[in-house]
């Protein structure tokens, strides 16, 4: 049970649409690694921003905060009540505070930075930015280039311009309500074990093999997709399939301690704690209550 479970039991007792606020979950394809909801889930309840876009199409920030703008207005125009549901902080950021000051890319330097060999670049953010550093996945090639191509363009860190945002809908609006869930690690690190094994199991090998047909590996984005990117080098050659499947292990445990952080850091939320085993039901019955106080 995670949060896409809890956000559709939550949605059918309170008349709601789920908008998701996953950047992988956009593109056509990417199924099984991005743990999807199914044809049936999305006929029970209404989703948005899912399957939206081709494995050739690039997707921001700013793209998603227009999408997700225009589908909330449509979902609350029908009275009903939109649920944004994901793990892409930077988004949920972006929708509601606004989109920071940082420069659109440049063409020209982004084709010279992607030459360089991911050491060299990290050993640059790392002088010129030590707090962007410490926070990026330096394993995210494509985040990494973005933080460096910002400071050369603007001679300013990363940080300082990420850290100033726009007004638009604020999270201290108290008409709206901000929930996360937690659980202890030791829970965590089983369901992430258990949820790789299963991706494995139907088939996220064939899955990756059949989008590198038609343009993962051209889609810097999608191609940075946790379980995607090192299927690939296990395609290449670069390590055992026993070993990818470990090394998908420690990449989401790491990924979702840095996501705990960022959204500790970032957004304030109302925690709600997750016993092991736990039902869902129980869980967004939960958030039903604190949301009809």
Request: include cysteine; proline fraction near 5%.
């Amino acid at each position: 049970m995670g949060k896409s479970e809890v956000a559709l039991l939550l949605a059918e007792r309170i008349g709601g649409e789920i908008v998701s606020v996953d950047s992988m979950q956009v593109y056509r394809g990417l199924d099984i690694g991005t743990a999807k909801p199914s044809v049936a889930e999305r006929v029970r309840v209404p989703h948005h921003l899912i399957d939206v876009l081709d494995m050739t199409e690039p997707f921001d920030a700013a793209q998603f905060v227009r999408l997700a703008r225009e589908v909330v207005e449509q979902i609350q125009a029908r009275g009903r009540v939109p649920l944004l549901c994901g793990g892409t902080g930077l988004y949920f950021k972006a929708f509601l505070d606004g989109l920071g000051e940082a420069p659109p890319g440049d063409p020209v330097l982004r084709a010279k930075l992607e030459g360089i060999p991911l050491p060299d670049l990290l050993r640059e953010l790392a002088e010129r930015d030590p707090v962007t550093y410490e926070r990026i996945d330096r394993h995210n090639r494509r985040r990494v280039i973005r933080a460096v191509e910002v400071i050369r363009l603007t001679g300013k860190p990363f940080s300082q311009q990420r850290a100033s945002w726009g007004s638009t809908m604020r999270m201290t609006d108290d008409t709206h309500s901000y929930f996360g869930l937690k659980r202890i690690a030791a829970d965590l690190r089983e369901r992430i074990g258990a949820r790789v094994d299963e991706m494995f199991r139907r088939g996220l090998v064939a899955e990756t093999e059949g989008l590198l047909k038609s343009g993962l590996a051209q889609n810097k984005t999608a191609l940075q997709a946790l379980g995607y990117r090192q299927v690939v080098e296990f395609l290449k050659g670069k390590r055992t399939l026993p070993e990818t499947i470990e090394l998908v292990k420690i990449r989401t445990r790491q990924f979702a301690k840095r996501q705990m952080t960022w959204f500790r850091r970032q957004l304030p939320l109302r925690w709600v704690e997750i016993e092991p085993g736990q039902p869902a039901v129980q869980i967004a019955e939960r958030i039903r209550m604190v949301l009809a106080e």
